[in-house]
């Protein structure tokens, strides 16, 4: 009955909003609901698989407190380190604070790398570093996007493209057959091991945005089993087109920090990488868009209805987010490095801690929203779950993953350099 309650006030709430914003009849509003303005199970699924968004967390808890202090859910977009604070208080506040923030600077960071990355394989008379110039110019256009809920086109075309781009890659890898000499020798020394292990984290962390996402819904309570279909969808994704262009170039990844490279140019493979580049701009916003609103908060414009006034407030935040990508190009080693670093405590330390704190007592599981299902074992198994991923990760991702991420980090520095010119760049034909 308590989960039926909870489900029913953070539906209705958001029931409300969508009638209130969905009134208007003329044509302007329909196309502004069809292509700007979405918060359905459709745009949540979108959301998620076009950018694999993870964080599993007890956000319903909080959106009903919120709910009940008369929080204005249409200026007010609640994110991760709030649910900290409602549940946990200030000083896990500022722990997720602090390594969301970083997480998503990095994330975004990460996304202009690989514009710079893709674009020079389709035209390759200006560097990476000058792409990057360019690209950086591109994405501080999405300023002007106000939230999650007007990503509802953008989510839909990501996730078209990446369905694409994934399905290029498999097909266009078994046709071209495996390289002569091909090897496919694994980690040869432990770095290598714990480099890869860290790029798992990152891939599967995903980019820290659920809660926001969840926020934008307008049943937020559906929002479990919309990650887990996405998640599934990402997995039809990746697994293939992966396991591919391993077999067809096997040990040349180690070099070849973009896979895209390796595969020899047609007009199939410009339109991926056309359609990569689209999807890595739709990224950065989604990256970004949370940056945006713990900025706004700080300078106190977070609930002014005026978007010009937000869009300047925000560019302050794109400009590290330029600067360190041109700092640090290395696209593949910078993955492991914040995986290992922060995707580790982000997306699975943290939230599996803060889990076990917040239902540590009797009476706070039992009055729990939501049990954990029997099959997994209840409390008993959750807990035990949680345990491993916290120590595994912990040691695994953090400690022996760090030390190999950082390493290699270090020797791309020590081969190429800060502000690096045109990193892993095959010899400019005359």
Known sequence: MASERVETIIAGNYLEMERKEG???????????????????????????????????????????????????????????????????????????????????????????ACASNIYYINDNLDKRTWTYIFGACCATTVFVPSFHNYRIWSFLGLMMTTYTAWYMT?????????????HSGPTKLVLYFTGATNI??????????????????????FKMIYLMATLYVLTLTLPSASAVYWAFGDLLLTHSNALSLLPRTRF??????????????????????????????????????????AFARLPVVIPIWFLAIIFPFFGPINSTVG????????????????????????????????PPSFLGGWVGSYSMNVFVVAWVLVVGFGLGGWASLLNFIQQINTFGLFARCYQCPPHKA
């Open 171 to 183: 097909i266009a890898s078994f046709i071209h057959g495996q390289v002569e000499g091909v090897k």
């Open 269 to 310: 493979r410009d339109t991926a990488v056309i359609l990569m580049l689209i999807h890595q701009f739709i990224t950065f916003g989604f990256a970004c868009t949370p940056l945006y609103f713990v900025w706004e908060k700080f300078i106190g414009v977070h609930e002014t209805k005026n978007m010009f006034i937000k």
């Open 201 to 222: 984290l990152y891939t599967f962390g995903g980019h820290a945005v659920t809660v926001e996402i969840m926020h934008a819904m307008w049943k937020p309570q559906k």
């Open 23 to 113: 009134d208007s009849k003329s044509v302007k509003s329909k196309i502004s609901k069809l292509f700007w303005h979405g918060g359905s199970v459709y745009d949540a699924w979108f959301s998620c698989s076009s950018n694999q968004a993870l964080i599993p967390k007890p956000s319903e808890l909080l959106l009903t407190r919120k709910e009940r202090e008369k929080v204005d859910f249409r200026n007010h977009v609640i994110q991760w380190f709030e649910v900290l604070d409602g549940l946990l208080g200030k000083h896990w506040r500022n722990i997720g604070l602090f390594f969301n923030c970083t997480f998503l600077l990095f994330g975004s960071v990460i996304q202009l790398i």
């Open 340 to 371: 290992s670093f922060l995707v580790s405590f982000t997306v699975y330390i943290i939230p599996a801690m803060a889990h076990m704190v917040t239902f540590a007592s009797a009476p706070a599981r039992e009055n729990a929203v939501e049990r």
